[in-house]
T-cell receptor, first 113, second 115 residues
Framework: GEEVAQTPKHLVRGEGQKAKLYCAPIKGHSYVFWYQQVLKNEFKFLISFQNENVFDETGMPKERFSAKCLPNSPCSLEIQATKLEDSAVYFC???????????FGQGTRLTVV | QQQVKQSPQSLIVQKGGISIINCAYENTAFDYFPWYQQFPGKGPALLIAIRPDVSEKKEGRFTISFNKSAKQFSLHIMDSQPGDSATYFCAASRTGGTSYGKLTFGQGTILTVHP
């Protein structure tokens, strides 16, 4: 597709429940990035992929967060045992090459209650 | 080392005026500096970007000024319009190394342009 597609747009989970977010990058883009935007507008980098390979996972809280980008499937970000502090908008971005512009999706708003 | 500091936090400008947003970075390894515009409920959209080999880049009403020695860059919006009202983010990244492409964002500036 011509845009980064994120689903769902909104997700509500009770504390301790699992949350799974999906991202379909722009067709032909090899790089995928996940960011978390919290209420104060602050963006936090989580993880990046080059095709199906993890490129940089320095921002991932590894004990509860995991992510995958498998061939012919949307990328996913999964949060096990959600906490209130996980409430945020999660953005996915994709780029064609390592030095080109990153295009962002519309985000998934996760609310943990 | 990885921070990008952005100011002001909010800005109110009259229609037709000039909006100026400033950013400062610490990591001298950064070599790509984009500005993003974000409307409520939407993802960030790239406005304009600059690399450190030039001191200024202009696209339409948007201009980036870049000062490598001071490690600062700024966005100027000329002839500001009410439709420019949005949150603006500066960012920085490296185009090499294992952390390439990872954007470090500023804190954002909420711009309001009054008619």
């Amino acid at each position: 597709g011509e845009e980064v597609a994120q689903t769902p747009k909104h997700l509500v989970r009770g504390e301790g429940q699992k949350a799974k977010l999906y991202c379909a990058p722009i067709k032909g883009h090899s790089y995928v990035f996940w960011y978390q935007q919290v209420l104060k507008n602050e963006f936090k980098f989580l993880i990046s992929f080059q095709n199906e390979n993890v490129f940089d996972e320095t921002g991932m809280p590894k004990e509860r967060f995991s992510a995958k980008c498998l061939p012919n499937s949307p990328c996913s970000l999964e949060i096990q045992a959600t906490k209130l502090e996980d409430s945020a908008v999660y953005f996915c971005a994709s780029s064609q090459f390592r030095t080109t512009e990153a295009f962002f999706g519309q985000g998934t708003r996760l609310t943990v209650v | 080392q990885q921070q990008v500091k952005q100011s002001p936090q909010s800005l109110i400008v009259q229609k037709g005026g000039i909006s100026i947003i400033n950013c400062a970075y610490e990591n001298t390894a950064f070599d790509y500096f984009p500005w993003y515009q974000q409307f409520p409920g939407k993802g960030p959209a790239l406005l304009i970007a600059i690399r450190p080999d030039v001191s200024e880049k202009k696209e339409g009403r948007f201009t980036i000024s870049f000062n490598k020695s001071a490690k600062q860059f700024s966005l100027h919006i000329m002839d500001s319009q009410p439709g420019d009202s949005a949150t603006y983010f500066c960012a920085a990244s490296r185009t090499g190394g294992t952390s390439y492409g990872k954007l470090t964002f500023g804190q954002g500036t909420i711009l309001t342009v009054h008619p």
